[in-house]
């Protein structure tokens, strides 16, 4: 599957919306955010939930040097001393757990999700205490590709899309972002450009 920012998507979405136009010529193209699919990824997004990127950057990279290698067992091996030190909240470590157990227990293959449909793929990550649409629709975005996600519990998102949009109503973002298919993935990759650039904040 192609990546989600290519030249020839780009080029389709401004035409939908001159709202693209104007952060395209403003901010230029929005990075590649792509992850590969997996475990680690996984966890990540999960460390992200609620923070910064920066915070859960740091927060990931002391977890991975303080374990031999970052497995589902050797996170279920970690105590909950070990985990505080390594700055991860007990809320974000029964998820890491969670996730870790349903891997290990053969509950969630994530090598098989390539091969599943949306709705199928939210299903089964949302089973998984911890989580929720957001971090799915993520997963998705970043390690599936999936070209056509909008993640509306994403605040930096609706955040943009209020301040440069101007909806009056939640429905009025749900009928911009039908405007916008099938490359609400890439439009949502606008929206977090925009907010990171006007913010100056990093991207990884």
């Known amino acids: ?21 104007f952060i395209n010529n403003k901010y230029g193209c929005p990075p590649n955010w792509t992850r590969p699919q997996g475990f680690i990824s996984l966890s990540k997004i999960i460390l992200e939930q609620q923070v910064s990127l920066a915070s859960a950057n ?15 067992i050797n996170i279920l091996n970690l105590s909950d001393e070990e985990m505080r030190s ?15 157990s349903a891997i290990i227990k053969k509950r969630l293959k994530l090598e098989a999700l390539q091969n599943l449909d949306y709705f199928e793929v939210k299903k089964q990550l949302t089973k998984i205490k911890g989580i929720g649409d957001w971090t799915a ?3 998705l975005m970043f390690c599936l590709k ?9 605040i930096a998102v609706i955040n943009t899309v209020k ?6 109503s ?14 609400r993935s890439l439009a949502s990759y ?14 990884s």
């Not at 991860?88 to 996730?99: C, E, G, M, P």
Request: aromatic content about 14%.
């Open 1 to 21: 599957m192609d990546d989600i920012v290519n030249q020839k998507d780009i080029n389709k979405l401004i035409i939908t919306d001159d709202i693209f136009a």
């Open 58 to 72: 740091a927060h990931f990279l002391k977890l991975n040097q303080y374990l031999p290698e970052f497995t589902p």
């Open 86 to 100: 390594c700055q991860i909240s007990r809320q974000k470590s029964n998820y890491l757990r969670a996730l870790s």
């Open 137 to 139: 629709d993520v997963y």
């Open 146 to 154: 999936a070209k056509d996600i909008f993640p509306f519990g994403d």
């Open 163 to 168: 301040e440069i949009c101007n909806p009056q």
């Open 170 to 183: 939640k429905e009025d973002i749900i009928l911009l972002a039908q405007k916008w298919r099938p490359l």
């Open 190 to 203: 606008y929206f977090w450009h925009y907010y990171l650039k006007k913010r100056n904040r990093s991207s």
